[in-house]
């Protein structure tokens, strides 16, 4: 297909956007937060084809675009009051209301939910097309899923181009982040997603409101998808990107210390160092941060680079937003300047609990990944649902319950089965490994280790600076998993066997932890400590 590429200031380039996205098809537009990938949003077929272009998962709902307040009235149950003062302030603006939605509104658009997201733009060129339209415009940010969202015309048809009729060129977005997304279905109103109208200011229109967990951590409420890392990993620019939580003085020596990757840092700081860089905005001003985030992360990308740290960012106003974004750029990863964090594993009968008690004899905090499976806080009504779906009705007990042991046994049994499991669980559990992690440092820890025996499985290896693996003569293992599961010879044998061999392990390990009968564990702690205290 030939993309146009349409000039707003021309009436006809209008009026022909208007006409496709009528007749069905996809027009890009920009919007004063980013670039949207519009449809009539009242058309399943037209908004079908969205999904399509843009590789989205189909229960991924979208926001419905109207240029006129009197449009929202067919498109919901009713206009609370508290929905009627937002748009007064804040409408045409970067702000999505999230009502119950009228039967206009196909299952295609709301994503199967009885609830429709309703956005008034202030860009006029927005309004224009979807006047020119006659129909409101459901319209998603204009990048393939996963991507960043695109700010400016060159992005647009990096990742368009071919695959729809028309872009119509608006220059840079003002904004730069996705408008504040607000539900008004729950009492009382909660953000789900961060944006240019911020909680602080809308709360002083509406009183009392809460921000969704998820803002600051963990999943996306609305991302279900097969893969963990597209779960937890939205904007995800191809250069890998780690949070440097720490003083600037302490990132200049970061970045001195390490040449050959990138710095994503506030305007004036690349005079500091030699790295290739690329700037965000001013520190403490989150709206120039907001601007220029999604371009400096295809910058970033344009570099080249293997991997790039970027300046902490405030969670306050609208810095929030960027925040929001920059934290699932990155995955969620961090490095602190005094804090370490040392990756613990090894296999069956390794003694590895044994080992993490003698860090935590010496001053580390220890999170526990074995624990946190366990941890009931993991297994939220989400997760329980998508176990449902993995492994059947049979897994939930009578008292609706999520029953543990069946899920084990079921999801253990074949490889596809087990890979399912981590895929649901694994960001769940990160989740409140993070959680922990930041108390921990709150509380003033240095050294923190991830005792885990899916350390790698889970790439949580990569938050780590030293990674340490624990192994014992083959022997002493099977003796230990015999005494402690209670099984035969035979049946140890058979589960050390199943496993992978250590070497790949031990590949990947700075440190090698003999734990046999007649190993200084502890003197080997000491020097592990030591060591990492004199590179601090
Ligand atoms: O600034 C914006 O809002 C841009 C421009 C183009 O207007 N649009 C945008 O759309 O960011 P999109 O689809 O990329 O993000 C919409 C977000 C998603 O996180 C979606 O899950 C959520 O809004 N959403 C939409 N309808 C919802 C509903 N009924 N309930 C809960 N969340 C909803
Ligand atoms: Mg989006």
């Not at 349409?6 to 004063?32: K, V």
């Not at 339209?133 to 393939?144: I, Y």
């Not at 905090?365 to 499976?373: E, K």
């Not at 998993?481 to 392990?505: H, L, V």
Request: with cysteine.
């Amino acid at each position: 297909m030939n993309t146009r590429i349409l000039n707003p200031a021309n009436n006809e380039d209008i009026e022909y956007a208007g006409e496709m996205l009528r007749s069905g098809q996809l027009i890009c537009i920009p919007t004063e937060t980013v670039y949207g990938l519009a449809a009539n949003a009242l058309n399943p077929e037209a908004v079908a084809e969205i999904y399509n272009v843009k590789g989205r998962p189909s229960d991924n709902p979208l926001i419905v675009h109207i240029s006129d307040f009197e449009q929202i009235y067919p498109l919901v149950k009713e206009v609370p009051d508290k929905a009627r003062q937002l748009a007064e302030k804040f409408w045409p603006g970067p702000l999505t209301i999230i009502l119950k939605k009228s039967d206009l509104i196909p299952d295609k658009t709301s994503g199967g939910l009885d609830t429709v997201a309703v956005r008034f733009p202030s860009h006029p060129v927005a309004r224009a097309v979807i006047t020119a339209a006659r129909t409101p415009l459901a319209a998603p940010s204009a990048n393939l899923s996963g991507k960043p969202s695109p700010t400016d015309l060159e992005h647009c048809v990096a990742d368009l181009n071919g695959k729809i009729p028309g872009i119509i060129d608006g220059g840079k977005c003002d904004v730069g982040v996705e408008s504040t997304v607000i539900t008004l279905v729950t009492e009382p109103p909660r953000i789900l997603r961060p944006g240019g109208i911020t909680p602080e200011m809308i709360e002083e229109v509406i009183g009392r409101i809460e921000v969704d967990p998820a803002v600051t951590e963990g999943l996306d409420k609305d991302a279900k998808v097969s893969s963990p890392g597209m779960k937890y990993k939205h904007y995800a620019p191809k250069t890998e990107l780690i949070i440097a939580d720490m003083s600037l003085k302490d990132y200049v020596n970061l970045m001195k210390n390490e040449p050959d990757t990138a710095a994503l840092c506030f305007e004036g700081e690349e005079k500091l160092f030699d790295n290739a860089s690329v700037t965000f905005g001013k520190e403490y001003d989150g709206a120039s941060q907001a601007k220029r985030l999604f371009s400096a992360l295809s910058e970033l990308d344009e570099l080249g680079l293997r991997k790039a740290y970027a300046r902490r960012v405030g969670k306050n106003g609208v810095s929030l937003a960027v925040y929001n974004r920059i934290i699932r750029s990155s995955g969620f990863r961090k490095v602190f300047s005094d804090v370490k964090i040392i990756g613990l594993t090894g296999k069956s009968g390794s003694g590895k609990s044994y080992v993490s008690g003698f860090f935590r004899q010496n001053g580390c905090a220890v999170i526990d990944c074995d624990r946190i499976t366990k941890d009931s806080k993991v297994y939220d009504s989400g997760c329980i649902l998508e176990l449902k779906d993995a492994f059947g009705p049979e897994i939930i007990n009578s008292d609706g319950s999520l029953n543990r042991r069946k899920v084990a046994e079921i999801a253990l049994s074949t490889e596809e089965g087990k890979k399912n499991l981590q895929d649901i669980t694994f960001p769940r559990i990160i989740r409140r490994l993070h959680e922990l992690r930041d108390k921990y440092i709150d509380d003033g820890y240095k050294i923190i280790v991830y005792d885990a025996p899916t350390l790698f499985e889970s790439g949580i290896d990569k938050e780590c600076c030293r990674i340490a693996v624990v192994t014992a003569d083959y022997e002493l293992r099977l003796k230990r998993i015999m005494e402690r599961d209670g099984i035969t010879r035979e049946q140890a044998n058979i589960r050390i066997n199943s496993q992978q061999s250590d070497k790949q392990f031990i590949q990947k390990a700075d440190y090698v932890i003999i734990n046999n009968d007649d190993s200084d564990i502890d003197g080997e702690i000491k020097a592990i400590i030591m060591e990492l205290s004199k590179n601090a």
